[in-house]
Structures are given as C-alpha cells and as structure tokens.
C-alpha cells in the first residue's frame, strides 16, 4: 500500500472510513465489521476513522475490539463535538454542537475506555461550535496533547479563516471533509489551498458520494428502512436520475480502464494533491479490496478533465444535506 504523511506520521494512500460499519448504512453483523476491519489491515490499510456519534459509541467500541491486538498497526482517529440523542444517532438525531473545553476531554476521556487504548492518534472537532471560540477548543485539545492523551489535533468542515485561527493556537494535523467529484466545495472556499499552505493534511469523507458515484447505489425505493440516505436530497427521485446520467461517464471511463466506477472516483481524489487521504467505507470486502487497488490506478489529463467538466457544481442535482444538517458546517 502506498503511503501519504498524516501531521507527523505517514499512513496508507486510502484509509477506511468506519461509520457504515454501525449506522446510517442498513444492518451490518459485528462479526462481519470485525472481519472487514481485519481484512482492511491484511490490506495495509492503517488509517481507521470513527467518531463518538457513530452508534453511538457503538463503532468505537467496534474498533476497541477489532484493532485492540493490531494497535501498534494502525492509526485511529475519532471526533467529538455533536450534541445527539444517546440511545439513537443518525444524522436526524443530532440537535446541535458543543465545542466546550470540559466537553473535549470528558470526550477524550470516554473515547480511550471505548477503543482499548492509551493514546487517540488523531482527535477531531466534528463542527465547530458556533457560542465556543475555536481557539478555546483547541486550546482544550492542545491540553491533551500535553498529556499524551491525544498525539495529534484534527478539524472537521470547517473554513479556511477558521483553520488558520486553530493553527495558530497549536498545529492541526488534518481536516476532514466532504470531497468528491459531485461535492467540490473546497476546491473554491480556500479550504485546499489552506491545507496546502500550512502543511495539513486534507482527508476527504464520502469520497464515493455514499455510494452514489460507484454505480451501484440502490434507488431510493430500494434502500434498507434504516438507510439514512432516505433524507440525502440528491438520492430523491427528483434529483437521483440527473445525477445517474452523470455517473454514466464515470462508467464509461471505467470501462475504457478495466477498472470499477468506484476506483475512477477514489483515483480522481486521489490525484488532486499528495496531501489528500481519502476515507472511503466499505461494509463488504469485496468493496474494500476494491477501493484499496485505487490506489493504482492513474487517470490521464484528459479523462480528469472529462469528469471535472462532468461533474461541474451546476451540474449536480440536490443539495447534500437536508438545510438543518447542512447549516452546522462553515463555508
């Protein structure tokens, strides 16, 4: 597997997202989780992604079990920050933000218990929380740093001006956030280019548009009942067909290539700059054996430029989120 610098570390080109392995997704055994979060080690796949909400707790007590004998392998990150229902968490279910200090290492502390471990590689703040100033957060977490609680301070979906003011009080190894071909936003918010300036690393979620962008996503009438991209607008009937034509040329470049929709997308992320690491899901193995062989595969000039052309933002149909969850993310 090739490898990409993480703050001070170096991971995999492709790490794995962990969210579907417990929610959002449909029904997902345990025993098949643990499975494929083995495999993806087998894979050289070190980079594993989760968060408190997940489950909630559920996935990072996941990973606690699975990864706890492979620790010294692998590199976890997980986030803290969202207000939600505690019995029940999906993105309907989260009310709001908290970005207070005392919230970030009660956090910290609870996390560590979950995942079996002493030290959190990577902690984000999943939103920034509009009434708590970044730098009182991140001071916060830079206070567990100190302490060997945590080696390394991320943000998620947060501005290029916020970015640079949390930098400023300790430096952030990474920002999470949403890319891919049909989400571009920070292509022109100053985002990427701020990554790139302060040397942190970018590390885009839903690099496959949930599973959209692969070709193979489910109507929404044929999604599981649990499935919350029952909610996502551009998976509405409305919007979904305008969206499936697109894709189509994903398709076709696929097949010119020998390869999968789903490995021209990821390799398109992959080639917009080295300090970008991409966490896909993957519930299946076959799926994550896939997405791992992306990192092989190399687009021409011309085939990213078809699809950038493809999948210019007046052309994607449907926001990304419904207006309430949207809102919780800094432009």
């Given at each position: 597997m090739k490898q990409r610098k993480l703050g001070s570390i170096e991971v995999s080109a492709i790490g794995l997202g962990c969210m579907g392995l417990s929610q959002s997704y449909g029904v997902q055994d345990e025993a098949a989780s643990i499975e494929t979060l083995h495999r993806a080690v087998d894979l050289g796949v070190t980079f594993f992604d989760t968060a408190e909400v997940y489950g909630p707790f559920r996935n990072e007590s996941l990973l606690g079990t699975a990864l706890k004998g492979l620790r010294n392998q692998v590199t976890i990150a997980t986030k803290f920050g969202f207000v939600f229902n505690r019995d029940r968490s999906d993105f309907g279910e989260i009310t709001g933000t908290d970005g207070r200090p005392e919230n970030a290492r009660a956090v910290a502390e609870a996390s560590l218990k979950r995942l079996q471990?002493?030290?959190?590689?990577?902690?984000?703040?999943?939103?920034?929380?509009?009434?708590?100033?970044?730098?009182?957060?991140?001071?916060?977490?830079?206070?567990?740093?100190?302490?060997?609680?945590?080696?390394?301070?991320?943000?998620?979906?947060?501005?290029?001006?916020?970015?640079?003011?949390?930098?400023?009080?300790?430096?952030?190894?990474?920002?999470?956030?949403?890319?891919?071909?049909?989400?571009?936003?920070?292509?022109?918010?100053?985002?990427?280019?701020?990554?790139?300036?302060?040397?942190?690393?970018?590390?885009?979620?839903?690099?496959?548009?949930?599973?959209?962008?692969?070709?193979?996503?489910p109507s929404g009438s044929a999604l599981d009942a649990s499935d919350y991209r029952h909610s996502l607008p551009r998976f509405q009937a409305e919007h979904a067909e305008a969206n499936r034509r697109l894709v189509s040329v994903i398709e076709d470049i696929a097949t010119s290539k020998g390869a999968s929709a789903a490995q021209v997308a990821l390799a398109w992320v992959l080639a917009q700059g080295n300090h970008i690491v991409p966490i896909p899901g993957a519930k299946r193995i076959a799926n994550l054996a896939q997405n791992v062989e992306a990192t092989d595969l190399v687009l021409t000039d011309d085939e990213r430029k078809k699809l950038e052309t493809t999948f210019s933002p007046e052309n994607i149909s449907g926001g990304r989120y419904p207006a309430a969850f949207e809102s919780m993310s800094q432009k």
């Open positions: 471990t002493d030290v959190i590689d990577l902690f984000y703040l999943h939103r920034v929380d509009p009434a708590v100033p970044v730098e009182e957060t991140v001071g916060a977490m830079a206070n567990l740093v100190a302490e060997g609680k945590v080696r390394m301070i991320g943000l998620s979906e947060v501005s290029a001006d916020t970015l640079r003011r949390a930098n400023a009080v300790h430096p952030i190894a990474a920002v999470q956030s949403e890319y891919s071909l049909w989400t571009r936003d920070v292509e022109t918010n100053g985002v990427l280019e701020a990554c790139r300036e302060l040397d942190v690393t970018f590390v885009p979620f839903s690099p496959l548009g949930r599973g959209f962008l692969t070709g193979k996503a």
